[in-house]
């Protein structure tokens, strides 16, 4: 049995962050887990917790800190991320990181490498709106999206240092073709010593 291997993804809304996770966890051979999907998943099977996050979010209100981090702590309990995990959503806040931090080292872990997708802007805002267009979006305008990069940038950027502080955020250039930005993020953390799963 190889080490454990701990991974987060972060990048702007429309970086292509959904597609990366699912490629990177089927590269390492680890689940891809996304807060997201865990709400719906929990929401759809009628769970305690997914009353409590629908009740939530039908007021159009965030889901706070206490419940994001039981659920990720439920799901880190789970029998298939003994081989290790990509989280992809969270941890959104410090006091996340702080949580997740707590709880890996109570198991005498910790996450090992942050992949950043590093992407301009304007292309990607660019990305989104043709997206929009193309799925008849049309709350998506240009004003939205810029909103939401710039919100991203606030709200990211701490959780980034706090990494970074620790040695572990890996930027990979997330402009072009899929399979490329695929390849350069194996690349990066083949650097930092993380072979995939053969």
Known sequence: MTNPIRLLIVGAPGAGKGT?????????GVPAISTGDIFRENIKNGTDLGKQVQEITAQGKLVPDSLTNELIRDRLAQDDVAAGFLLDGYPRTVGQVDFLTDLLAEQGGAIDAVVQLV????????RLLKRAQEQGRVDDTEEVIRHRQEVYATETA??????RERGAVVEVDGMGDVDEIAQRILDAL?????????
């Open 158 to 163: 701490p959780i980034i240092d706090v990494y």
């Open 119 to 126: 992407t301009d802007t304007d292309a990607v805002v660019e």
């Open 190 to 198: 083949a650097a930092k010593g993380f072979a995939p799963a053969e």
């Open 20 to 28: 990366q996770a699912t490629g990177l966890a089927a590269a390492y």
